[in-house]
């Protein structure tokens, strides 16, 4: 008999994966008329989601997950997670974690033996979160971490996304390019992966034999809500725009170009944008900056099989991965 998922029970419902994780959960979005009929077909096939009367069948795993509903980017590497994992015969659930730690909190008892045989972490970026999965004896991979965790503290397999080659292959084009002016946009604290890309774009500087004015970079944190009004108020307070800006993400990069038409305040001929992970979320931006691409698809496989793997044999040398990313270069830099 084929292995229910919660792929399968989207197919079935002739829903999406987003609608189903929306019934699971008891999340808004959702008709009463269609939440009903996704618990019916889910207790049809056995499909263990609240009021659904028969368990699950085969081996199951969780991700674990902070605001997967944010982004379009995490929700398809969680798809084809899941798709993956189906393909194995394994079922996916679902474990939501804080974005940050406060005391007294306690792991999820769904990461428990008795519940899954391992985890994936995903968009956890909390250290004092990321230090209680680390200590779970749990098979574990991670994507991504925060630079004050060290990679054999995590006690798992991390997977990072490479990027710091990718920014400073960039950053360098600019330069040779005579823009010299150039600022970093991007909390250097929240992820080694940001940390990453200011490192390529410090070093494309240095190659050049050029030092970047710190003035123009924007590293420091910014609150989750907050963004946009923080680099407002960053790029208000420049005397003079700069040639370009070097945006850790795309969604870094939606938020500066909506400065600049909200405030109607007037670049050089000559100012660049550019962005990272080459996302379709943000049309300001979408396909018209150059970014680098992240095979979200095939990132999900490796994500479900490195756990896998984890899982049968869990004495194995853990591993720190660096997945590859390839530039998308656009006008004017095309």
Known sequence: MPKITMQRLAEEAGVSRITVWKVLNDRPG?????????????????????????PRHGRTFSVVVARPESSI?????????????????????????????????????????????????????DRHLLEMLAASTLPKVFLDTVP?????????????????????????????????????????????????????????????????DPALSLTEPLRLRDHYEQISAFLARLPQMP???????????????????????????????????????YPGVAGKITSVHVETSALGKLLARKLIFRADYPAAPTEVSYIGTEVVYRAPLK
């Open 30 to 54: 959702v008709s009463e008329e269609l939440r009903q009929a996704v618990r019916r077909k889910a207790e049809e096939l056995g499909y263990g989601i609240p009021g659904a009367s028969a």
């Open 73 to 125: 980017f995490w929700m398809n590497i969680i798809h084809h997670i899941a798709k993956e994992l189906a393909k194995q015969g394994a079922n996916m659930l679902y474990t939501y974690m804080p974005t940050g730690f406060h005391e007294g909190y306690t792991l999820p008892a769904a990461l428990s033996r008795e519940s899954v045989e391992g985890f994936l972490v995903l968009n956890v970026y």
């Open 148 to 212: 004050t965790l060290h990679p054999r503290d995590l006690q798992g397999d991390l997977v990072i996304l490479e990027g710091q080659n990718r920014v400073r292959e960039i950053t360098a084009r600019l330069l040779a390019t005579g823009r010299t002016r150039l600022g970093f946009m991007g909390d250097v604290n929240y992820a080694q992966t940001n940390l990453d890309r200011y490192r390529g774009f410090l070093e494309a500087h240095v190659q050049a034999g050029l030092t970047p």
């Open 243 to 281: 040639d370009g800006f070097v945006c850790a993400s795309d969604f870094i990069a939606s938020f500066v170009h909506r400065y600049l038409e909200e405030s109607c305040r007037r670049p050089p001929e000559t100012f660049v944008l550019t962005g990272f992970d080459n996302s379709n979320e």
